[in-house]
């Protein structure tokens, strides 16, 4: 694979690039200019600056922090950040280098720590609140033509900088837009519930190699090249070849300073916890808001939904808003006629419709002063129906909680209780793990079709407890959080959790037209929610233990929230197992200290059973009762 190649692969999966109106040149309308913005420490940022060529006016800022190359915009090409509809409105568009990366100076940090109270008297310590203030109090006073009002909007990681902004913020910093943004590296991104995404593996050049000098180019490229030098066309293959991750380590990462900082905090230390964005959201809290999520986002599906609730739970004075489309990581900023996540269709036009009627309305008001602010606490998109639907609060009050139980021969039951003593059992071999995705994937920057893919593939294995109801009489609607309670017995002393939340399809289903022939929609289990939990973590993330073999156990795993419609005549179906290759990493299933450092023969068969007691809740009071003391904020 050319080293171009490897690079689109990676941008396109942090970032969306829209369709553009190629009748609109930027060049006909905007100036531009680079400088560099003194830091409070001395160090400089690299920062491209486009002014509307029409000075008649003055206009707000809209900035994108970021780390994946503020010169990627550069040559009057915006790459659809922001959309199409706010650059003709007219705005000063602002892209920064963020600290350390490309053509700025210092030290690149992952999730730099937030110090409270940094701004604007502290001038000694920097994070990445101190350095957005620094860059908005320069462009204020030195940029001619704005009006005092910035904007900070960013997808990913460029997220995380925008929720970061958002602590001890500029007093001209009035919209801030958090888009799939990172929030807390052990619960999102490159984990899941303390898991490791073994997805994520390609990704750490990107992020583990520190440059030399200012550069415009990808410095990072010949260690990402050692990994995809011989083109792994499977990477379940790929992954189950190279056995633990100790020998990723001594064969790509043995110089990667992010991948020994993720081998060296295996648990929920200090480490994670002062890089969690999610405390400092809780008061004070200035600007308006508006997160954004995509309901099959498989890097970043907690941040945004957390960042929301964290900002609304201390912030009353706040104007916070959530958007949740049908949308894979950034897939609002890159629009098509027929919104079609992997095999499903949900509508025509819809990033538009969220760039037109959301996003624009947003920022104008608050940073020009135009229209009134009339959107909806939460505008969410139901997965099921297809269709936009507002709330005055998320998660919402009026759509009743759901109970599912399980039953006998795979019998699932809604709001009804089976036989609390029944047993479950399934054997999980970390050798022959389950598949995260019915076809086969080359190795990717985290993988994106699966989150709504066909589960037909895994509930015909033995090592997947598969429940479903019997076809529903009437449509039932699930909204809001999701909480399944387990009580499992192990053989072994560790093992991982996954659940699932699946839609049966009818089996006389149509076709979809935009599909291949061998793509049979009667009958298919579309992937709605799900998670993966790791059970030494059950009490605390920052002090695992194992489990007693044999003795029944609770173990209680969060999901994300949702919103879908089981329609008539469908089935609700839960999966239950152990194993999600390659996405997730492999558990050794025996306990070990510290799973990145694993032996081979550490990696054993467990017998699981679980137990008829167990639930999966949906909506109302959901908490989460395993022990989160050590989890900033207890939003799950």
Request: aromatic share 14%.
């Amino acid at each position: 694979m050319k080293p171009l190649i490897v690079l689109l692969v990676l941008l396109t999966s942090i970032t969306s690039f829209a369709q553009h109106d190629t009748t609109y040149k930027l060049r006909d309308h905007y100036d531009k200019a680079e400088y560099f913005i003194p830091a409070r420490d001395g160090v400089k940022l690299f920062t491209i600056v486009y002014t509307p060529k029409d000075k008649s006016k003055s206009y707000p800022m809209l900035m994108n922090r970021t780390c994946y190359n503020a010169s990627s915009y550069a040559n009057f090409n915006t790459q659809g950040h922001p959309s199409d509809y706010l650059v003709k409105e007219g705005y000063i568009l602002v892209f920064q280098d963020v600290r350390g990366r490309y053509m700025s100076g210092g030290q690149f940090n992952n999730m730099t720590p937030n110090i409270p109270g940094n701004n604007p008297k502290n001038k000694k310590d920097i994070d990445e609140s101190s350095d957005t203030w620094d860059s908005i109090d320069w462009l204020v006073k030195n940029i001619k033509g704005n009006n005092g009002r910035v904007g900070i909007f960013g997808i990913s990681y460029p997220g995380f900088y925008s929720a970061a902004s958002l602590p001890d913020a500029h007093p001209a910093l009035k919209a801030v837009s958090p888009q799939a943004p990172i929030s807390d590296f052990f619960f999102d991104d490159f984990h899941h519930m303390g898991t490791y995404l073994q997805s994520y593996t390609p990704a750490f050049p990107v992020f583990g190699v520190q440059k030399k000098d200012t550069t415009r180019q990808d410095w990072y490229m010949p260690q990402l090249m050692k990994m995809y030098q011989n083109q792994p066309k499977n990477a379940y293959d790929f992954y189950l070849a190279k056995g633990p991750l100790k020998n990723i380590t001594k064969e790509y990462y043995d110089s990667n300073f992010f991948w020994q900082q993720i081998i060296d905090h295996p648990n929920y230390d200090s480490f994670w916890q002062k890089r969690s964005i999610l405390p400092h959201l809780k008061s004070g809290i200035k600007p308006a808001v508006l997160t954004v999520g995509g309901w099959f986002d498989a890097e970043d599906l907690y941040g945004p939904l957390n960042i929301y609730k964290t900002i609304e739970a201390g912030n009353p004075g706040t104007k916070n808003r959530i958007v949740m489309g049908p949308w894979a990581h950034g897939d609002w900023a890159n629009e098509s006629a027929k919104a079609i996540h992997n095999h499903i269709y949900f509508g025509d036009s819809i990033s538009s419709f969220y760039q037109k009627n959301i996003e624009l309305p947003f920022f104008n008001h608050y940073l020009k002063g135009t229209g009134n602010d009339t959107l909806p606490e939460a505008w969410m998109f139901n997965t099921g129906t297809k269709q936009w639907q507002q709330f005055d609060v998320w998660p919402p009050k009026n759509i009743p909680p759901v109970q599912l139980y399980f039953g006998p021969n795979g019998q699932l039951s809604i709001n009804k209780p089976v036989d609390p003593n029944a047993k479950f059992e399934y054997i999980s071999d970390p050798a022959k793990p389950v598949p995260y995705t019915s076809q086969i994937e080359g190795l990717t920057f985290t993988p994106r079709r699966f989150m709504s893919d066909d589960q037909r593939h895994a509930s015909t294995r033995p090592d997947v407890i598969t429940f479903q109801t019997e076809p529903l009489a009437d449509a039932v609607t699930v909204a809001g959080e999701i909480l399944a309670k387990l009580k499992v017995a192990l053989s072994t002393t560790d093992a991982d959790f996954v659940v699932k939340l699946i839609d049966v399809y009818p089996d006389n289903h149509p076709q979809y037209e935009h599909n291949p022939k061998n793509i049979i929609m009667g009958g298919y289990q579309q992937l709605v929610r799900h998670e993966v939990f790791r059970g030494r973590f059950r009490n605390s993330f920052e002090k695992p233990e194992p489990f007693v073999p044999g003795q029944p156990t609770d173990v209680s795993v969060p999901l994300q929230d949702i919103l879908h419609t089981f329609k008539k005549g469908h089935r609700i179906m839960v999966q239950i197992h152990s194993t999600w290759f390659p996405y997730i990493d492999r558990n050794p299933q025996q306990y070990v200290e510290n799973i990145y450092k694993a032996d081979e023969k550490d990696f054993i068969k467990s017998t699981i059973q679980v137990f008829g007691s167990s639930t999966v809740g949906v909506g109302g009071a959901q908490h989460n009762s395993t022990n989160t003391s050590t989890t900033p904020a207890k939003t799950f």
